[in-house]
């Protein structure tokens, strides 16, 4: 019997640990370690900054629906991992395990600018639950006492779409209350050009991020670093200063402090590398799926930025990841798989949204993608909501990627896995640092 162990429940390890119970016979145990009670389906976190839903619409207790699915839950926070041991630290007990999967999400590097916040400075997140609640809490006030809005993306970055979201929609908010001329709202990110998201080469998505941004009166400033911030003022590298009542940046990710601690797991920054089975290149027992996962950036860019990790990449991840550790214990037969890390990605604007799709999100060495596009239109606004209705319901009924979606996926060109290639087994996805 081997027992695996998922760290975190979030988009990654809830379906993680249900694919794993999905493909192993019950003589293998599946854990499910989580340090929140809930599921929160994080997309949706631009919305409960602004007052647009709740949070508990969004959000599923884990003790109701994780055990009856014959799958251990385990409310803990883990402290510390012994790749070499196979050992995990929780608060109150170790656990040792045949495989974990890591799907920890990010930790947020609120230290990288003095100033940036919540906690600690004086700009608000989108980025966890209790960040988005004191977005909201922050936004209800500032409504009382309008001024000038900052939103944008800290140097280092890596998500940039749920600023874009933000800013759009909090112009789309004021406009229906009637107040949207009396504030004046500034984008600044540390992307090259907006629209580049931390991937580039999107052909249209430059000029269509900063045609909407300008249809809206937004100022952009872009290829811009932050220096540091103090209360209701922005400092930038350049010398120039932004005056601000209400500011939304987020902030650069690493991985968490315990597997930055944990010798040879992590790169500097805490992400974990994998070979394309999504398996640690020196620890056999390890695998990743989602935001902790190491990606190398796309492309160099004059102020550092990484790449981004959407959901559905963390979708491909845990199927690969599920079938390659069923493979390893014998379970199945066939070849390992790897995920195709084809990007997309929904964003709400209010009265408009944007889609994104990056095929594949690496591009190739002489800089090639299949396709890569940027779409506009309110049925994008619609699909974001229909999506995250159809990802609540499959995870409150302990579903991953029932066939029809997987058909309709490969339908439209988006397989998701594909086997692995002979040459591609030696392939890190970037070198430790
Ligand atoms: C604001 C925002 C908006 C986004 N919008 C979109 C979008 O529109 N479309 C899209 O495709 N992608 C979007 N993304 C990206 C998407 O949310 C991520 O790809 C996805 O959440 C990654 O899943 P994950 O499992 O890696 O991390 P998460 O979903 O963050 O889950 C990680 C979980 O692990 C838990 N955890 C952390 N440390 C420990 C520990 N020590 N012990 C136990 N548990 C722990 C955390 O509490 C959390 O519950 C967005 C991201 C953000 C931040």
């Known amino acids: 019997m081997a027992r695996v162990v998922v760290i975190g429940a979030g988009l990654g390890g809830l379906p993680a640990a249900y694919e794993l119970r999905h493909r192993l016979p019950h003589s293998h145990q599946v854990t499910l370690i989580s340090n929140q009670p809930k599921f ?148 600044v990110t540390a992307e090259p050009y907006a629209g580049h998201l931390g991937i580039g080469g999107m052909a249209n998505s430059r000029w269509l991020i900063r045609a909407m941004l300008a249809d809206r009166q937004i100022d952009v400033m872009d290829n811009t670093a932050i220096s540091h911030i103090e209360p209701n003022t922005m400092y930038l590298a350049d010398g120039r200063s932004l005056p601000f009542q209400y500011a939304m940046i987020l902030p650069p990710f690493r991985g968490p402090r315990f597997l930055r601690e944990a010798p040879g797991l992590t790169d500097a920054k805490g992400f974990i590398p994998v070979l394309p089975t999504y398996r640690h290149p020196n620890f056999d027992s390890v695998y990743s799926v989602g935001v902790v996962t190491q990606l190398r950036p796309v492309e160099p860019t004059p102020i550092p930025i990484g790449v981004p990790k959407v959901g559905q990449m963390t979708e491909e991840m845990v199927m690969t990841v599920a079938h390659n550790i069923a493979l390893d214990l014998g379970v199945i037969s066939g070849q390992p ?18 889609l994104f799709l990056a095929d594949p999100l690496l591009p190739d060495q002489q800089g090639h993608r299949h396709r890569a596009f940027t779409t506009k239109g309110i049925w994008v606004s619609w699909a974001k909501t229909a999506f995250e209705k159809y990802f609540m319901d499959k995870m409150r009924v302990g579903w991953t990627m029932p066939w029809f979606e997987r058909a309709g996926l490969r339908a439209i060109g988006l397989p998701l896995v594909e086997p692995l290639s002979a040459d591609s087994s030696l392939h890190i996805s970037h070198p430790i640092l």
Do not use: M
């Not at 014959?70 to 790749?83: F, K, Q, R, S």
């Not at 990288?112 to 600690?120: N, Q, R, S």
């Not at 798989?337 to 944007?354: E, H, M, R, V």
């Open 337 to 354: 798989i790897k995920p195709t890390l084809q990007a997309i990605c929904f964003a709400d604007f209010g009265d408009t949204g944007a």
């Open 40 to 187: 929160t389906f994080v997309p949706s976190l631009p919305w409960i900054g602004l007052g647009l839903k709740s949070l508990d619409r969004i959000q599923l207790e884990l003790a109701k629906i994780v055990p009856q699915h014959g799958i251990e839950l385990i409310y803990d926070a883990v402290t510390a991992i012994d790749p070499k041991l196979k050992q995990i630290t929780l608060k109150d007990q170790t656990l040792d395990y045949d495989y974990v999967v890591i799907a920890t999400g990010p930790e947020l590097a609120l230290d990288a600018l003095p100033g940036l916040g919540p906690e600690g400075g004086y700009t608000q997140s989108v980025c966890n639950p209790h960040h988005a609640l004191l977005a909201r809490e922050a936004w209800t006030k500032f409504l009382q006492n309008p001024g000038p809005i900052v939103v944008g993306a800290a140097p280092g970055a890596s998500c940039f779409g749920p600023a874009y979201e933000f800013a759009l929609l909090a112009h789309h908010t004021l406009r229906q209350k009637g107040q949207r001329q009396d504030i004046p709202i500034t984008f």
